[in-house]
């Protein structure tokens, strides 16, 4: 299988917080509900894993998602210009997060989804600490919050309650571009 430098580069920051943390990879497997020959994989770079598992490792790991993102240059001052966003890439999905926030000590976070047609967000509902608040800028989606689906189009807006498990379909013919803010940050 040929690697990514993102894949090398998501392996890695696994391998690194693991480590320190004094985690072994059997008992981040057990903690994440994972192989822990996938786990080696995604250390190694040699697979890609999906957002699910990529959550599911940030939780067990006690970081939050957004430490897996690229980094840009360092955000200097309030304004987050488009080029200094943090983004996350995944092949497996056909979604791109971009972290429109930037200081870790704030006590919001803005998140910009991007989901080709057809594509969902995860491969099944999650939840996350904070509350969130989503607006669709483009295209139509599916929205599941709990055991509810709720039709979204260009415009429309949905609140997510605290540790509610969610996820969304792109269900238009072209790419969907969904901006969250949750509160506290924990993506």
Not at 38 to 46: C, D, I, N, Y
Not at 55 to 68: E, N, V
Not at 162 to 169: A, D, R, V
Not at 177 to 183: H, L
Request: hydrophobic share 35%; proline share 6%.
């Amino acid at each position: 299988m040929k690697r990514s430098s993102g894949q090398a580069s998501i392996g890695s920051m696994v391998r690194r917080i693991r480590v320190s943390e004094g985690i072994s990879l059997a008992d981040l497997a057990r903690r994440a509900g994972l192989s822990q020959s996938f786990l080696s994989q995604v250390e190694r770079g040699l697979t890609n894993p999906s957002i699910n598992s990529l959550r599911k490792i940030a939780q067990s790991l006690g970081c939050p998602l957004s430490t897996f993102f690229e980094e840009p240059a360092p955000v200097r001052g309030p304004v987050i210009r488009k080029h200094e966003r943090k983004v996350l890439y995944n092949t497996r999905s056909n979604l791109t997060y971009q972290l429109a926030s930037g200081y870790p000590n704030h006590r919001i976070q803005l998140l910009i989804t991007m989901l080709e047609s057809g594509s969902s967000t995860l491969d099944s509902p999650m939840a996350h600490r904070g509350d969130e608040a989503c607006l669709v800028i483009q295209g139509s989606c599916l929205f599941q919050l709990g055991e509810e689906k709720y039709e979204l189009n260009e415009g429309d807006a949905i609140f997510i309650p605290e540790n509610t498990p969610h996820m969304f379909t792109n269900t238009s013919d072209s790419l969907l571009i969904v901006m969250g803010a949750i509160s506290p940050p924990d993506f």
